[in-house]
């Protein structure tokens, strides 16, 4: 096994030689490739079932890759004076990888493309200028300043490729982060601010690399930037007014960036600590503090249920609405247990149950404690940077909502009647629906219970507007 660590080693190495090439191109086989190549590094095979499972899956992964590699490239010249790679169709088979079971070797050719490449860099490059910005890849927490471009209005740089030098290549990140909060129209919100000329589509909703991610063997900063390569290649610079300013931007909409610090619990583990001694908050303001938070927000009480459902299966043969009265039940005595154990912030941060909360017979209550989770943006956001909406008022008025959020994101108004139209009638894409009825009123009342001192907390902290133990009128503010 160790032995084949090794080559997964050297087929991850070589990988890294082309992967941005690849990526440039809009194309991430051979970065798939690469990535699990990592994580057979770092994996403990305990049999052979497992270590046959692996060898499989790299043979396919390299397969797929050098299929659509060929496809992608219509002649092989093209893709030998890029990378140095001579295609055919008899190298259309396994060009990239050899194996000889049990013993697994690998021998590629792109082991020749990295000496072609090198040396052609050496003898073809342009001289370098020092100046060039040059960004040590490594997690958030531990890069260096950014320098901003002052002609992007998103938070872009231009550094230098250490891979295809003296390439330069320019990165962004997002200018704004929705972050939750989850079943409260996120992906209704997305549908709707992207219909804005000057706000890029061509993004993943929901990455979660922030949360999980790069607590998964993605820790650096290039893991993320990856996501936005098509927004940058396709909107951030393409689009520009007269005076060359670039004035389009892009946003992350993780609707779990809010609430979701499960795994912040390594982190205080390692300074023997009890509460996360950072939140994803300090994470984003590292990277751009500058950076726009919007939080949508909903009844945690219809939230609860809505939630519950999305995890339900559409078979289940259960009632929904007893069984959801069991699993709050549930969640509300552990929650109150653990508050005799340990802290408050503990018991939100890291009350997930060690299998999932369906198996486990629980909801996830935590995630209704608003004030909670906005605390930690406003601590180290000012006001100013945030900005906070009901999706109450986003489904009643919704023209007048999207209006203050373009004018908070300083992006102009639309003037096109036809995307104010699908701004107007894109409503409720987040919601479960499912003939299954309302949930029991003893159960209603039991999440009421439960949320209304922490909703007085979320009133103290947003104002009398944001009352959700009133069943009053919802504004933005």
Known sequence: MESFRKQCQRLYNICVTIRRFIRRHKFNMICLISNFCRQCINMRARDGVKYIQVVVTVILLAYLGTVHLHDFFSTKERLSEKIGINLTKKETQFPYLHVTLPRVTFRHQLLHAKTTLSQKTATTALPIDPNVFRRNDT??????????????????????????KPDIRLNCLPYFYVVGVSQCGTKDLFERLTQHPLISSNVKAGNRWLTRLRFAGFPNLSDYLQYYYRAVETDIKRLKTKEGYHNAIFGDFTPSTIWDNHLLNKEAKKLNMSDPPYTHADVIKRLNPNARIIALLCDPTERLFQDYLGMAEENEANPYADEFHAHVKASVKRFSNCLKNTSFLRCVYFGKPPSSYRAAGLVRIEIGLYHVHLENFMKIFPRNQILIVQKEQLDKQPVTVIRDIFRFLDVGNMEDPTAWQKIVFNTGTDLIKRPIGDMRPDTRKLIQDFYKPYNDRLTQLLGPEFDYNKNSSLVLI
């Open 139 to 164: 997690t958030p927490e531990l890069t260096e300043k950014l320098p901003f471009l002052s002609d992007y209005k998103s938070p872009c740089w231009r550094e230098l490729d250490e891979i295809l």
